[in-house]
Nanobody, 129 residues
């Protein structure tokens, strides 16, 4: 059992930066692929980024590549999403997700929400123009 808690959301001006954090309040995220997804009002949940167990492999959606960076601190059991050059279209609830323990990263699989077993409650990011 893993419980994930996101933090760091809020109101940001366009062009600004923000960093989201995801912590496991119960259980551990070691040996799990971790992902960030987002859901804007009236839209489906979409993939943002994913990171392998070791942190050596990352993947980012085309819409955020070059602006967002996923990373993890294994010692602290944390995952981050660094967001730069934010745009109003980045406004959404951002969710952290944990994959099955021991399941290695596969880019073709871990872009989909079905590959993740545990989800956080989400944190709102609002980018004002």
């Amino acid at each position: 059992q893993v419980q994930l808690v996101e933090s760091g959301g809020g109101l940001v001006q366009a062009g600004g930066s923000s960093r989201l954090s995801c912590a496991a309040s119960v259980g551990t995220i070691s040996r799990r692929v971790m992902g960030w997804f987002r859901q804007a009002r009236g839209k489906e949940r979409e993939f943002v980024a994913a990171i392998s167990w070791s942190g050596s492999i990352t993947s980012h959606a085309d819409s955020v590549r070059g602006r967002f960076t996923i990373s993890r601190d294994k010692g602290k059991n944390l995952v981050y999403l660094e967001m730069n050059s934010l745009k109003p279209e980045d406004t959404a609830v951002y969710y952290c997700a944990a994959g099955s323990v021991g399941r290695a990263y596969r880019s073709e699989y871990h872009v989909g929400p079905d590959e993740y077993d545990y989800w956080g409650q989400g944190t709102q990011v609002t980018v004002s123009s």
